[in-house]
C-alpha cells in the first residue's frame, strides 16, 4: 500500500523562469491582472501556484479564487 506522499502529483519546476517570476510575485505580494482566454479578467494578490492552479485574493474577507493555469491567456504586475 503507498503512503500519502508517494502518490503526489507532478512538482512544480522551478527551473522555469515563468515559475520563478509568479513565485517572486507571490514572495512580494505584488498586486496583478489575469485575464483568462475567456476574457474574464481578475485582479488581486496571488496566494499560492502549484503544477496546475493559481490562487488569487481578489477582495479581502473572501475566498481564494482558483484559476486553472490553462484557462490564463496573461499575467501582469500592476506595480
Known amino acids: ?4 506522499f508517494e502518490r503526489r502529483g507532478p512538482r512544480l519546476d522551478t527551473t ?3 515559475v520563478r517570476h509568479v513565485q517572486e510575485l507571490i514572495r512580494i505580494r505584488t498586486p496583478v491582472n489575469v ?3 475567456s ?3 481578475f485582479d488581486g494578490i496571488i496566494r499560492w501556484q502549484d503544477s496546475h492552479f493559481l490562487a488569487m ?13 490553462a484557462a490564463v491567456a496573461s499575467l501582469r504586475a500592476l506595480s
Do not use: A, N, R
Open 16 to 18: 522555469l523562469p515563468s
Open 35 to 37: 485575464v483568462l482566454l
Open 1 to 4: 500500500m503507498q503512503s500519502f
Open 39 to 41: 476574457g474574464k479578467e
Open 57 to 69: 485574493s481578489t477582495e479581502p474577507g473572501t475566498p481564494l479564487l482558483l484559476i486553472s493555469l
